[in-house]
C-alpha cells in the first residue's frame, strides 16, 4: 500500500472517475493508459490480413482505431461515415427505383466503397491537396505506364478523375451516384418517371416485366466498373513496388459503421459490400484499410443476407477479434487508478488494492468485479465509477458499496444489451422479462414448458419482430406447428441467441465447464443445445433481473 495514502487518506471527491465509457471521449485516459493488446500489433502490421477490428460494444476497437491515428498522424486517415452523404444514395430516386424492382445493388455498393477508398489512397500517398498536385499526380501515373499496355484501361478510369483526387469522399460519392443516375435515366427513364409519380408503381409490376427491367439494368450495373478498378489498384500497387526505398505505411481507418450514418434501408448492405471489396485492396503492399465492426453489425448482415456466396467462413482470415482476459483488464484499471490519484490527490503510485482493500466474502474486489462484465474495458470501467459514485466523502470503497454500485451498474449494463443487440434481435427485452426472478442455472428444459413458451410468442408475436430475427423465424414455425418438434427448436434458439450475446453461459454435457461467447467459442450450434444443456444466467444481469445465484461460477 502507498505511504502517503495509509497515512494520509484521500477522500474520495463526487467527481472521481477513472474514464469515460466512450473512445472517443476518453483522451484524459486512452492514451496515457493505453494497455498494449496484441491486436494493436495484428492491426497496424501492414503485412497481417487482419483488417477487421471485431468486437463488442466497448470492446476497444474504436481505441485501437485512434491509437494508430496516433501513432500514424501523417499516414493514417480516419473516415468520417457521418459526412459521407450515403443518404445521398439513399435518397436518390434511380437507387430506391433499383431497389424496388429487387435489382441486387452489390456491384454498384462494392464500386462505390472502392473508388472512394482508391482515391483517398491517392490523396494520402501523395499528399494531394489542390488541382495542381492531383494532376501531377496523374502525370507521373501515365509517363511511368505510357508503353505498358496492360495500364491503360486504368489510366482512362482515372484520367476522368485527374483533377480530383483532392476532392472530398462526399462529392465522390455523389458524383459516382449521379453518373448512375444519368446512366439508368437514359436506358429506363420512362419507368423511373412512373415510379416517383405514381406510389406502389412497382407492386403493380407483372413478374415479367420486372424481368425485363432487371434484366435492362443489369446492363448498367454489372461488373463492369469493379473491373476497371482492380486494374486502379494493380496500377497503384506496382507504381507502389517499383519505389523500393519507400518504406512508410499508410492506414485508411473505418469505424463507427453501427451509428446512423445512412439510412437504414441500404446500411447493411453498404456494410457487406464495404467487407466483400477489401480484399482487393490486400495487392497495396503499403496500405492497410482497417475497419472497426460490432459484432452484432456483422451478425445483422450475414442475417439479411441471401447470397449464398457470402459466407462468413470465407472472410475469417480477415477478422480479428478482439478479446481481453482478467489481467489485461487488471491492467487497464491499475493504470487508469494511478493516473487518476496522480492527478487529482498525490503523486505516490496508487493501487487498486489501496482504495479497494476488503474482499467481498472470498472473493478479491477486482476478480468480483471482472467476473461481472463481459470482458471488455467499459463494463470494467464503468462499474468501477459507479464504485466512485457511492463512495463519495469516504476514503475507500468497501464491499457493502461494491454491492450498492452492483445494482445501478446491471441495470444499466442490461439495458445496453439490449441497445446494442436491438438491431439483430429485437426480441431480446421479451427474452430478459421472462428471465427475471429465476435461480441463476436452470435448464432448456426450465423454458420449454408451454406456460413459458406461449407467453413468450404471444409478445414476441404482438411486436412485430424483424423477419430476419432468428428468434422472430421459431416462434413463426411455433405458431403454425404447435409441435413438440417446434417448441425444442424455439428453446434451441433462444438459448443460442442468448449465448450469442453473453447474457447466458451453458454446460452442453456434466464433464464441462459453463462456457461464455465473449471468452470461448463466439457462437454454438443449436443441434448442440437439448433439453439437458444447462444455463447460467451471467452475473452481469443479476441484479437486474433479480436473479439469486446457488453456485460459485465452474
Known amino acids: 500500500m502507498s505511504r502517503d495514502i495509509k497515512t494520509n487518506p484521500v477522500v474520495i471527491r463526487p467527481d472521481t472517475s477513472i474514464g469515460n465509457n466512450s473512445a472517443e471521449a476518453d483522451d484524459d485516459f486512452l492514451f496515457e493508459c493505453f494497455v498494449d493488446h496484441p491486436a494493436l500489433e495484428a492491426t497496424r502490421d501492414v503485412t497481417n490480413a487482419k483488417m477487421f477490428v471485431l468486437a463488442r460494444t466497448g470492446g476497444g476497437k474504436t481505441a485501437i482505431i485512434r491509437k494508430i491515428k496516433q501513432q500514424y498522424p501523417e499516414t493514417a486517415s480516419v473516415i468520417d461515415l457521418s459526412g459521407l452523404s450515403m443518404d445521398y444514395v439513399a435518397n436518390s430516386n434511380i437507387v430506391r427505383f433499383l431497389q424496388s424492382i429487387d435489382l441486387d445493388l452489390d456491384l454498384f ?23 495542381e498536385s492531383s494532376r501531377q499526380v496523374f502525370g507521373w501515373f501515365k509517363d511511368f505506364f505510357k508503353s505498358d499496355g496492360r495500364r491503360q484501361s486504368a489510366l482512362k478510369y482515372l484520367s476522368e478523375w485527374e483533377g480530383k483526387f483532392f476532392i472530398t469522399m462526399d462529392e465522390n460519392i455523389k458524383e459516382i451516384t449521379s453518373k448512375l443516375e444519368s446512366k439508368v435515366n437514359g436506358e429506363l427513364g420512362a419507368e423511373v418517371e412512373k415510379f416517383t409519380a405514381r406510389a406502389g408503381y412497382s407492386r403493380t409490376l407483372s413478374s415479367e416485366k420486372r424481368s425485363e427491367l432487371v434484366a435492362r439494368a443489369k446492363r448498367i450495373v454489372n461488373a463492369e466498373q469493379l473491373a476497371e478498378l482492380n486494374k486502379v489498384l494493380d496500377l497503384l500497387s506496382s507504381y507502389d513496388s517499383d519505389d523500393g526505398k519507400y518504406k512508410k505505411s499508410f492506414f485508411i481507418l473505418v469505424d463507427k459503421l453501427d451509428e446512423k450514418w445512412v439510412d437504414e434501408t441500404i446500411r447493411f448492405d453498404l456494410v457487406r459490400a464495404l467487407i466483400e471489396c477489401l480484399r482487393s485492396f490486400n495487392k497495396i503492399s503499403r496500405l492497410k484499410v482497417v475497419v472497426a465492426i460490432r459484432e452484432d453489425v456483422l451478425e445483422r448482415v450475414v442475417q439479411d443476407n441471401k447470397d449464398i456466396g457470402f459466407q462468413r467462413e470465407k472472410y475469417d482470415d480477415y477478422f480479428l477479434r478482439v478479446v481481453w482476459n482478467s489481467s489485461q483488464l487488471k491492467e487497464l484499471v491499475q493504470k487508469r487508478i494511478n493516473k487518476l490519484y496522480k492527478k487529482k490527490y498525490t503523486s505516490e503510485n496508487v493501487t487498486f488494492d489501496d482504495i479497494f482493500r476488503n474482499k467481498i466474502g472470498n472473493r478479491d474486489p477486482i476478480d468480483y468485479i471482472i467476473d461481472r462484465t463481459l470482458k471488455r474495458p467499459r463494463d470494467v470501467i464503468s462499474f468501477v465509477n459507479e464504485c466512485f459514485q457511492r463512495a ?15 445494482s445501478e451498474y446491471s441495470r444499466i449494463r442490461m439495458q445496453a444489451l439490449v441497445y446494442e443487440w436491438q438491431s439483430a434481435f429485437p426480441s431480446l427485452q421479451i427474452v430478459f422479462k421472462l428471465l427475471a426472478n429465476r435461480r441463476g442455472r436452470f435448464t432448456s428444459r426450465d423454458i420449454s414448458n408451454r406456460t413459458f413458451l406461449d407467453d413468450f410468442v404471444l409478445q414476441v408475436d404482438q411486436t412485430g419482430s424483424n423477419e430476419s430475427d432468428p428468434i422472430q423465424v421459431g416462434v413463426d414455425r411455433y405458431i403454425r406447428e404447435s409441435s413438440e418438434a417446434a417448441a425444442l427448436a424455439l428453446v434451441r434458439i433462444i438459448v443460442s441467441e442468448l449465448y450469442r450475446m453473453g447474457a447466458v453461459g451453458i454446460k452442453t454435457s456434466s464433464g464441462e465447464r459453463y462456457i461464455y461467447s465473449y471468452q470461448d467459442v463466439p457462437v454454438i450450434s443449436v443441434d448442440s443445445i437439448d433439453l439437458e444443456t444447462k444455463i447460467h444466467i451471467h452475473p452481469m444481469l443479476h441484479r437486474a433481473l433479480n436473479v439469486q445465484d446457488d453456485h460459485p461460477r465452474q
Not at 109 to 131: G, P, T
Open 109 to 131: 455498393f462494392q464500386a462505390l466503397w472502392k473508388h472512394v477508398l482508391c482515391l483517398e489512397y491517392i490523396r494520402l500517398r501523395y499528399d494531394v491537396n489542390n488541382d
Open 392 to 406: 463519495q466523502g469516504k476514503t475507500e470503497v468497501t464491499p457493502k458499496i461494491i454491492k450498492e454500485a452492483e
